[in-house]
Each structure stands twice: as structure tokens, then as C-alpha cells.
């Protein structure tokens, strides 16, 4: 027996996720979302960040 038909007969009765579990994913993802945000709207980020964009825009001779 393969691998995928194992895996494809282990997996035939679930009907996905619970209420609570898709509840538990949709908090997670938000607070990740929510952390990436305050990093990346950081003053050292955004310094770096528009530093980067400068440099790409400039014209070097």
C-alpha cells in the first residue's frame, strides 16, 4: 500500500474542521497578522524599508 493511499484512507471520515477549532485558527492567524503589522509599521522597519526603496530608485553613474 502507498503512502497517499494510507494517508487518503486515514483522512475519509473527516469533514474538516470544528467550530471551535476554525475559531481557535481564525485567532491565531488574526494575532499573527496583528504582530506582523507592529513589526513592519515599526520606525526601524520602516527605516530600513524606505532606505531600500531609495536605494533602488537611485541613479548610480
Known amino acids: 500500500m ?4 494510507v494517508l487518503r484512507r486515514r483522512c ?4 474538516g474542521m470544528s ?3 476554525y475559531a481557535i485558527g481564525t485567532i491565531a492567524a ?3 497578522a496583528a504582530v ?4 513592519v509599521t ?3 522597519v520602516l ?11 537611485t541613479v548610480r553613474r
Open 30 to 32: 488574526a494575532a499573527f
Open 2 to 5: 502507498s503512502f497517499v493511499h
Open 47 to 57: 527605516a530600513e524599508l524606505t532606505a531600500l526603496v531609495q536605494d533602488a530608485l
Open 19 to 21: 467550530t471551535a477549532e
Open 12 to 15: 475519509a471520515g473527516d469533514s
Open 42 to 44: 515599526g520606525e526601524p
Open 36 to 39: 506582523l503589522y507592529a513589526v
